[in-house]
C-alpha cells in the first residue's frame, strides 16, 4: 500500500517514515537460527527462523520516535535498547524474514502515532434521576428498620 502525501501519525508523514523506513533497513542486522518446535528432520538440518536485532539509540529515526521506542514498556527492547525479534512462524527463511521486518515496523508505526486523549463521559440526566431515586428508596428502606418509639 503506497502512502500518501497527506497522511500523518504523531505528527511525521506517512511518506517520512516511509523514508526513514528506507534508510533503516540497512540498519537491521538480520542472522538465520534454527528454529525451535516440531517440524521432522527439517529443524534440525535448516536454519529458518530468523532472528532481528535493530539498534534504536545507533539508528537514524528521529529523536522523539527514539525516546518514544526506547521509554515504550516492551519485552522486545532490551534495557540496552535493542528492538529483539525472533521469527519462527514459517517454514521458509523468506517467509520468517519478512515476518520479522512487518513485525519491527508495526513496533515503530505504533510508536509514532499519538494515543488519542480520552475525553470524560458525563453522566446522563436519567441516570443521575436513577441514582438519587436508588438512593432514595435504600434511605426508605432503613429509616424503616429504626426502633419504634412509643412514647408519642
Known amino acids: 500500500m503506497a502512502p500518501s502525501y497527506g ?3 504523531g505528527g511525521i508523514s506517512l511518506f517520512t517514515l516511509t523514508e526513514y523506513w528506507d534508510r533503516m533497513l540497512d540498519e537491521v542486522v538480520l542472522s538465520a537460527i534454527r528454529a ?3 517440524g521432522g528432520q527439517n529443524v534440525n538440518k535448516v536454519s529458518s527462523a530468523i532472528h532481528l536485532r535493530f539498534d534504536i539509540r545507533a539508528s537514524s529515526l528521529p529523536d522523539w520516535l527514539k525516546s518514544r521506542l526506547l ?17 519462527q512462524s514459517y517454514r ?3 517467509q520468517n524474514k519478512d515476518d520479522a521486518l512487518q513485525r519491527l515496523q508495526a513496533i515503530i508505526t505504533q510508536a509514532a ?4 486523549a480520552r475525553i470524560a463521559s458525563k453522566p446522563t440526566r436519567a441516570s443521575k434521576r436513577r441514582r438519587l431515586d436508588g438512593k432514595a428508596r435504600q434511605g426508605q428502606k432503613k429509616a424503616t428498620r429504626s426502633k419504634v418509639n412509643h412514647h408519642d
Not at 73 to 86: A, L, W, Y
Open 7 to 9: 497522511a500523518t501519525i
Open 71 to 87: 521509554n515504550k514498556q516492551d519485552d522486545r527492547v532490551t534495557n540496552e535498547g535493542i528492538v529483539v525479534i525472533k521469527a
Open 92 to 94: 521458509s527463511q523468506p
Open 36 to 38: 525451535q518446535g516440531s
Open 113 to 116: 502515532s499519538k494515543q488519542k
